[in-house]
C-alpha cells in the first residue's frame, strides 16, 4: 500500500467554513485551491465600472476569502500564510482538483446541489483522491449515492467545527463503503497535521457533537421556563463556573446563529423517532419567534443580545426579555450556591459544590445534570460504541473542561442514579452495574466497555501525556507544584497557582525538580494542563513589597527568579518547557531559557512587563540582548538587530501564534518546535528531553562573549523612544521605561562596543528594574492590573 501524502488541497465552497478551512490548511504550509460558483449577475458597482461577467467570475470566492481573513481573532497563524491559498471558480478551475490530494466540499446544505457537484467532481479527480463532506445536516451515505466504486471507497464525512483554528473537534464519519485505510489515516492526518481530537462518529442525524450540545442548550431552553429563570441568570450558572466557555448558552447561541440552532433541533426531532427525549427538541414559542423576526444572533446583528451605543456613546450590551421581547440591561445575578463554589479553583471540587446547591442554583445544575446524564446513557451504542468519543467531541467540539461521562464520575455514578431516579429521570440500564466510567492505572487511562463489560485503553492515547494520570507516580510537591515520574526516567513538573503565576512555591519546585532530575533522571519537561502556561511573576507580591519600599527583600526576588531560569539554562540535564494559550513575562523568560521549547500551535507568548511599568527582570533582557549580540552579522548594520530586539520589548508585543513567536525572536527557527495538536505537546516535549540526552547532553557554559554597542547603541534607541513620545504614541513614563530598557540591552555607558557577561547584564537587568519599582507610575500601573487586570496608560 503506497504511502498517502497532502501535497495539496482542494475546497470547494467559500462560505464562512470553506475560507476558514482554507485558511487552516495553509495555515500549517498546505497549498490550497479554494472554488466557489461565479456570478450570475453584475453588481451596480461593477456596471457602473463596465466590467462584463467574465471579468469578475472570481467576485463571489475573493469577497469570501477577503471577509474571513478580516476575522478576528485571526483564521491563520501568520499573514504570510494566505499567499498558500489560490482561488477560482467552478466554470474555468474544477479540472485543477485533477492535481489534489484531497477534495473538501463545503457547498450549501442541499442534497441535489451537492450531488450535482459530485458528478462534476468525478471527471476530474484522479483515482485514489481522498473526497470529504463538511456537511452537518444531511447523511454521509447518501452524498455519495450513484457516484462511482474509487469515489465511494474513498468519500466519507469530515465534520469540521467552526471556526476551524481554534475548535479542536474534527468529526470523522465513513459510509459503509469507506475503506478502512482512508477512515484511519484522516484519523491521524486530522490529529498530527490539523492538530485536531478527531472523533469517528456513527452517520447518525447531527453526529455526536451536535446531537449532545444541542440537546444541552434546547434542555436548557425548558428548564429555564420551568424555573422562571431568564438569560441572564442562565449564562451566569452555565459558563466558566461549571467548566463551560465564557459565550455560556444564549452567547454561543447568538454565535453559532438561531437559525442554524433550530435547524439541527428540528433535524433530530424529524430524523430520530425513538430518541426518548425527542420532546425536549421540539422549539418553544419564543424561540420559533426570534426566527420569524430575523433575530437570529451576531450575523443579524441581533438575538439574544444586542449591542448599542448608549448616551455616553460607548458600546453597551443589552439582554433579551423573552417575556415582552424588549432589549433591557443586563442583570448580574446572585445566588448562594455560586458564591460558595467560585472560590474553589478545582473543578471537580466545584462541580460536586454546585450540584449540592439548596437555592434555586442548586437544583438547575441537579436538573441539568440529571437530565444530560440519562440523556448520554441512551446514545450508546445509538451514536457511538464508546463513551470516550463523546466525552472527547464535547470537549474538543463545545470547549467544555471536562466531559459529561467524566462530569458523572466526579459526581459519583450509583449515587447520581439513585438522586436522578427519585428526580424522575431514567438512565439506560446498561449504567446499573458501573461504578466509574473511567479509571487510571500505571499512568494510563482506560475507559468503561459496554460491548465486554470491562475496562479498555483508549486507544492512541500512548501519544498523550495527561500529567493527571501520573498522579500514582509522584516524586515531591508542595501546595503549589506537583513532580511526576514520566516513565523512561524523565520528570514533569507542572503548578497550579491563579492563572499559573510564578511566586515562592513554584520557583522552590523548578529548582527542586532540576537538583532531583540531576541526581537521578534523564531530563525535565516543565508543562501544565491549566487554560493557560502562565502568565508571568506574581504581581501581587512585586506590589506589595514595592509599596512598602522593601527594596532588600524585592532585590532579593528578583534574583532568585534571576538564578532560576539560569539554573534552566545551565542545569546537568535537559529542560524542555512545552508552553500553551498564554505564556507571558516570566513565563516567556522561562521558555527562553530552556533548552528547547515545544510550544502548541496557539501559545501566545511575550514579554509584557513595560505595560505595567517595569522591565523583564527575569533574564528576559539580558536574553534579547544576547541574541541580538548572536543575529549580527557583516552584511547588516549591527543597531538594527538591536533595534528589532528592543522594540519587540518596548512595545509589549506577544505573538498571536506559536508561529509568530519565530519571527519575534523569542522561538527558535530549526531549533523549537510548534505541535499543531495541544494535547501531544508533552509527549513531544518528554521525546525531546530523551533525544538531547542520547545525543550526549552537556550542560552550555555561561556566556562571556556578548556583544553590546554601548553609547552607539544608546544614542540610535534614545531617538527612536523621543521620535515615539513626540508623535504622541508613548507617555512620558513610558519613556522612562524604554531608556531604562535601552540602558540594559546596550550595557550601560560604554565608550565602545565591548564584549560583557550574562551576568553583567543581568545585574544591570536587575538594578533597572528594582529603580522602576519604586516610581509611583509604576505602581498605579501595577494596583490597576491587580484590580482590574489592564494597567492604566499614565
Known sequence: MHKRIIRKVAVLGSGVMGSRIACHFAGIGVPVLLLDIAPTALTPEEQAKGLTLDKVKNRIVNSALEATLKANPSPVYTKEAVTLIKTGNFE??????????????????????????????????????????NTSGIPIHLLAQGRSEDFKKHFCGTHFFNPPRYLRLLEIIPTPDTDPEVTNFLTEYGDVYLGKTTVLCKDTPAFIANRIGVYGIMAIFHLMEKLGLDIDTVDALTGPVIGRPKSATFRTADVVGIDTLVNVAKGVAEHCPKDEARAVFEIPAWLQKMVDNKWLGDKTKQGFFKKIKNEKGESEI?????????????????????????????????????VKGTDKAGEFYRHFHYGLFAYISHRLPEISDELYRIDDAMMAGFGWEIGAFESWDVLGVQTTINEMKKAG????????NVDTFYKVENGKRLFYDIATKTYKPIPGAESFIVLRNFEQQTVWSNSACRLYHLGDDVLGLEWSTKMNSIGGEVIEGIQKSIALAEEKYKGLVIANEGPNFSVGANVGMIFMLAVEQDFDELDLA??????????????????????????????????????????????????????????????GSKEFALRASDDMHEDEPETITLKNRFFTIGTAKVSTSAQE????????KGHDEVVMNQGRRISEAKRAVLDLYDAGYTTPAPRKDIKVLGKMGLGMLYTGINGMFRGNYISEHDVKIAHKLAWVMCGGDLSEPTLVSEQYLLDLEREAFLSLAGEKKTLERLQSVLKGGKPVRN
Not at 329 to 354: H, N, S, Y
Not at 425 to 432: D, G, N, R
Open 661 to 668: 513567536a519565530y519571527g519575534l525572536g523569542i522561538l527558535r
Open 318 to 354: 443589552l439582554t433579551l426579555d423573552l417575556k415582552t421581547f424588549e432589549y433591557g440591561p443586563r442583570q448580574k445575578p446572585k445566588f448562594a450556591t455560586l458564591e460558595t463554589a467560585k472560590p474553589i479553583d478545582d473543578l471537580r471540587k466545584r462541580l460536586v459544590a454546585l
Open 425 to 432: 429521570y431514567a438512565p439506560a440500564a446498561w449504567v446499573e
Open 92 to 133: 474555468d478551475n474544477l479540472k485543477e482538483v485533477a492535481g489534489a490530494d484531497w477534495i473538501i466540499e463545503v457547498v450549501v446544505e442541499r442534497l441535489d446541489i451537492k450531488q450535482t457537484l459530485y458528478e462534476k467532481v468525478e471527471q476530474f479527480r484522479k483515482p485514489g483522491t481522498l473526497i470529504t463532506s
Open 558 to 619: 528578583i534574583r532568585t527568579f534571576q538564578n532560576t531560569v539560569m539554573r534552566v539554562r545551565h542545569s546537568g540535564i535537559p529542560v524542555v518547557i512545552a508552553p500553551h494559550g498564554m505564556t507571558l513575562g516570566g513565563g516567556c523568560e522561562m521558555s527562553l531559557h530552556a533548552d528547547k521549547v515545544c510550544a502548541s500551535a496557539e501559545t501566545y507568548i511575550g514579554l509584557v512587563e513595560l505595560g505595567v511599568g517595569l522591565i523583564p527582570g527575569g533574564g
